[in-house]
């Protein structure tokens, strides 16, 4: 209804409501009919009249409201677009706030993954599960918020970190740390899994208090559970009281409601980790003839133990690894079995600009690119991959091939740069005490990432001593979560064998460096470029010569869509 009609409307109702209280007061004696006739269509024209003008200016205040929002959004993608640090196709949430990854799970030809997430902005806060989903592990697909806190429930000051599993009925189910309680169950509803109804006898495994069973037995901390035969085994907690270092307590049930406290699943070992560790975020799973436990110290960061699970109260770890070392920062990882049959892992990469820049900024937190983790022949031996998937956001190739590097030799590749690439490099040491790439590098070399093969101390490192002229970055490179002084490079073991080349892929995003060497390790840096100018690729060989067997290099398209 127009503005001219409704005006017509609503003096034709003005003038029966007159009437109206005319016929009332017999004002208009011998017109009763007439009177009696007209005024009740007449009250509700006038009703109809004054529904119109709300509803238009209804209808008016939402137009306004929705152009609002689309101005501030657009405005908003504009300034994370333009961000030179926020990665361009590594996964992250739209905006705002992410840590560890949860619930990982392979559902109906849909790669799932959750996270700890805080949508209101870049920083830490009452914990929620953020939820994204793809079909090829490289194009995301955000979804509404997975778990909120109830307010008046057991997980009502946070939905902290948990895992997924698919219990007896085929129905996947999230097993999480709800606080201040403890452990809760939830279930989905629908198979996109953006549903999911939380288990009415949550906490299922309660935070014992002093007097309780369990008090001093256990830690009700980070679960992940899974299913073996006809019994429900879960690992809770991150420390087993009285006893030293990193521990997780095992738990078994039938019905995923009653849980019984099993005892301690493995012994930590002095060899391996440092007493203050602790056992965080755990998830467990078979990895070809062994069983793999990762998990995150909040002491030091993302790492493993490959060993022996007997199936019913214990785990004998065999060896033990990192997935990242001091000046590296990840350290919430989760992974899942795909119907392919392979073991695919994710761990969140944070960041080191400080609160109050992130908060600035408007987001916080990465995660690495896809890996698939799996055994060698000799059933000790972790292989880590990228995800070949990731292949589809190559374009724009170039290839070099047979560069012969002298002794102390630096060769700047003018042909490929770049902040968002890959690369994928094989380099014959002919006699080097050091030969590699450098990335993110600037014209004068005031700032510059260099990735190192040192094969006399069986060595990968990334020299970081000149990643970015922010000196408070730069003060921030040191062990996980601010122990230990500041590094000027992550090192990790990484041994050539007789007669092997170095095989490289590394990607290149924004502020995000990840590096793969020969399928057997990984290093995982945040740099933080200041120059706009830190775009350059270059070769070099230090203490003798190498030979690049072949450079090639893409850039890669983006997935981030602001």
């Given amino acids: 209804m127009n503005k001219k009609i409704a005006l017509s409307v609503s003096v034709l109702g003005?003038?029966?409501?007159?009437?109206?209280?005319?016929?009332?007061?017999?004002?208009?004696?011998?017109?009763?009919?007439?009177?009696?006739?007209?005024?009740?269509?007449?009250?509700?024209?006038?009703?109809?009249?004054?529904?119109?003008?709300?509803?238009?200016?209804?209808?008016?205040?939402?137009?306004?409201?929705?152009?609002?929002?689309?101005?501030?959004?657009?405005?908003?993608?504009?300034?994370?677009?333009?961000?030179?640090?926020?990665?361009?196709?590594?996964?992250?949430?739209?905006?705002?706030?992410?840590?560890?990854?949860?619930?990982?799970?392979?559902?109906?030809?849909?790669?799932?993954?959750?996270?700890?997430?805080?949508?209101?902005?870049?920083?830490?806060?009452?914990?929620?599960?953020?939820?994204?989903?793809?079909?090829?592990?490289?194009?995301?697909?955000?979804?509404?918020?997975?778990?909120?806190?109830?307010?008046?429930?057991?997980?009502?000051?946070?939905c902290f970190s948990g895992g997924a599993f698919v219990n007896k009925q085929g129905v996947p189910t999230f097993i999480y740390h709800g606080v201040p309680d403890g452990t809760c169950i939830a279930t989905a509803d629908d198979d996109l899994l953006v549903h999911w109804t939380k288990h009415p006898a949550n906490p299922v495994i309660r935070v014992p208090k002093e007097g309780e069973p369990g008090h001093g037995k256990y830690v009700v901390f980070d679960p992940t559970a899974w299913v073996e035969d006809d019994t429900y085994f879960a690992l809770i907690g991150n420390r087993i009281p009285g006893i030293e270092g990193d521990g997780t307590a095992l738990f078994k049930s039938k019905n995923l409601e009653q849980w019984e406290f099993v005892g301690s699943f493995y012994k930590s070992d002095r060899r391996w980790t440092d007493a203050r560790e602790d056992c965080a975020v755990p998830d467990f799973f078979r990895l070809g003839n062994k069983h793999m436990l990762l998990f995150c110290s909040h002491l030091q960061g993302s790492q493993y133990y490959l060993g022996r699970w007997n199936g019913k109260d214990s785990f004998g770890a065999e060896t033990h690894g990192w997935m990242h070392w001091p000046g590296g920062h990840m350290g919430g990882p989760r992974s899942l079995l795909d119907d392919q049959g392979r073991r695919i892992y994710f761990d969140w990469i944070w960041e080191i600009q400080g609160k109050d820049r992130e908060r600035a900024f408007g987001w916080s937190g990465v995660m690495t690119v896809p890996r698939i983790l799996s055994l060698a022949a000799d059933g000790s031996t972790l292989l880590i991959e990228p995800a070949p998937e990731l292949e589809v956001l190559r374009f724009k190739p170039r290839k070099r091939q047979n560069i012969h590097m002298a002794a102390d030799a630096e060769i700047k590749l003018d042909d490929i740069s770049g902040d968002s690439l890959e690369l994928a490099a094989e380099i014959q040491p002919t006699g080097a005490s050091e030969f590699g790439l450098k990335v993110r590098c600037s014209e004068d070399g005031t700032e510059q990432t260099l990735i190192i093969c040192e094969p006399s101390a069986h060595k990968l490192k990334i020299d970081i001593s000149k990643s970015t002229l922010d000196e408070a970055i730069r003060e921030r490179y040191h062990c996980y979560r601010g122990n230990g002084p500041p590094v000027k490079a992550q090192e990790a073991p990484f041994e050539l064998r007789d007669g092997e080349n170095l095989k490289l892929r590394i990607f290149v995003d924004r502020s995000v460096v990840e590096v793969f060497a020969n399928g057997r390790q990984c290093i995982t840096q945040r740099i933080y470029p200041t120059r706009g100018d830190s775009l350059g690729i270059a070769l070099f060989a230090r203490g003798g010569s190498a030979k690049v067997i072949s450079l090639e290099a893409w850039e890669m398209a983006p997935t981030n869509s602001y």
């Fill in 14 to 158: 003005v003038f029966g409501v007159f009437l109206s209280c005319a016929w009332a007061t017999e004002l208009f004696s011998g017109a009763d009919q007439f009177v009696a006739m007209f005024a009740p269509w007449s009250v509700f024209l006038l009703v109809l009249a004054n529904v119109s003008t709300v509803k238009e200016q209804n209808t008016a205040d939402a137009i306004k409201r929705t152009e609002e929002l689309i101005a501030a959004t657009d405005k908003l993608r504009q300034k994370l677009w333009d961000d030179p640090h926020r990665p361009r196709y590594h996964f992250m949430p739209r905006q705002a706030w992410m840590n560890d990854i949860n619930g990982a799970i392979f559902w109906k030809g849909r790669y799932h993954i959750f996270y700890q997430y805080n949508p209101e902005g870049g920083y830490w806060k009452w914990m929620q599960w953020g939820h994204a989903s793809s079909v090829d592990l490289v194009h995301w697909v955000h979804h509404p918020i997975a778990l909120t806190p109830d307010r008046d429930g057991p997980d009502r000051d946070g």
